[in-house]
T-cell receptor, first 115, second 113 residues
Framework: EAQVTQNPRYLITVTGKKLTVTCSQN?????MSWYRQDPGLGLRQIYY???????DKGDVPEGYKVSRKEKRNFPLILESPSPNQTSLYFC??????????????FGQGTRLTVV | DAKTTQPNSMESNEEEPVHLPCNHS???????IHWYRQLPSQGPEYVIH???SNVNNRMASLAIAEDRKSSTLILHRATLRDAAVYYC??????????????FGTGTLLAVQP
C-alpha cells in the first residue's frame, strides 16, 4: 500500500531539547516536503527536497532543519524547540517536481507540543 | 502564485449532491486545478485535478469554467464520511515551478444525516 509514514504521532517536549520527526515513503517519490498546520493560518510549507541531497527552504523554515540522505526518508529536525513550534506537522511526497498533475500523498501528522 | 477563493463553510444533507465552488481569477495557462480534502485528525488527501476539461473519478467530478477562472467540485451523493475541509489549489507546470501546494483556508463541509 502506498503510504507516507510519520513518527511519532504525538510528542510533548520541553524547550531546547532537540528532537527529530521521521518521515518515510514507499513510493520511490523524488519530491518530499514538510508542512505545519496552525489554526487560522492553514498549512504552510517548511522545507522541501527535490531529490536525494537536494533540499530548500519553504515559507517558514526558521528553527527547522532537514536532511535527505536516502530517497525514502526525509526527517525534520528541531535543534532547539520553542513553544511557537507547537503545531501539527505533515510530511508529503509526490513523484517529481516536473509533474504538477500527479497527486501528493500526506502522512497522518505529528502533533507536537513544546512546553 | 495564483490564489484561490472558497466559501468558509457549506452544509449538505446526506445522499444529496454537493457543489463546492472555487474562484481563481488570476489563474495562468500553466496552472492545474487540484482539489484536496482533509478529514478530521488526518492529513490532506488528493481528490481530483484538471486543466481545462471536466473530469470524473471515483471520488468526485470537477467542472471547470470555460475561461478557467472558476471551478466546482461535485460530490454526487454526500455521505457522513465526506465531512471535511476541502481545498482548491493551483499547481503550475511552468519552468522553474516547484511542487509547493499553497493551501488556503478551504471550505468546511458539514453533512447532516
Amino acid at each position: 500500500e502506498a503510504q507516507v509514514t510519520q513518527n511519532p504521532r504525538y510528542l510533548i517536549t520541553v524547550t531546547g531539547k532537540k528532537l527529530t520527526v521521521t518521515c518515510s515513503q514507499n513510493m520511490n517519490h523524488e519530491y518530499m516536503s514538510w508542512y505545519r498546520q496552525d489554526p487560522g493560518l492553514g498549512l504552510r510549507q517548511i522545507y522541501y527536497s527535490m531529490n536525494v541531497e537536494v533540499t530548500d527552504k519553504g515559507d517558514v523554515p526558521e528553527g527547522y532543519k532537514v536532511s535527505r540522505k536516502e530517497k525514502r526518508n526525509f526527517p525534520l529536525i528541531l535543534e532547539s524547540p520553542s513553544p511557537n513550534q507547537t503545531s501539527l506537522y505533515f510530511c508529503a511526497s509526490t513523484t517529481t517536481v516536473r509533474d504538477p498533475y500527479t497527486e501528493a500523498f500526506f502522512g497522518q501528522g505529528t502533533r507536537l507540543t513544546v512546553v | 502564485d495564483a490564489k484561490t477563493t472558497q466559501p468558509n463553510s457549506m452544509e449538505s444533507n446526506e445522499e444529496e449532491p454537493v457543489h463546492l465552488p472555487c474562484n481563481h481569477s488570476t489563474i495562468s495557462g500553466t496552472d492545474y486545478i487540484h482539489w484536496y480534502r482533509q478529514l478530521p485528525s488526518q492529513g490532506p488527501e488528493y481528490v481530483i485535478h484538471g486543466l481545462t476539461s471536466n473530469v470524473n473519478n471515483r471520488m468526485a467530478s470537477l467542472a471547470i469554467a470555460e475561461d478557467r477562472k472558476s471551478s466546482t467540485l461535485i460530490l454526487h451523493r454526500a455521505t457522513l464520511r465526506d465531512a471535511a475541509v476541502y481545498y482548491c489549489i493551483l499547481r503550475s507546470f511552468a519552468r522553474g515551478a516547484t511542487n509547493k501546494l499553497i493551501f488556503g483556508t478551504g471550505t468546511l463541509l458539514a453533512v447532516q444525516p
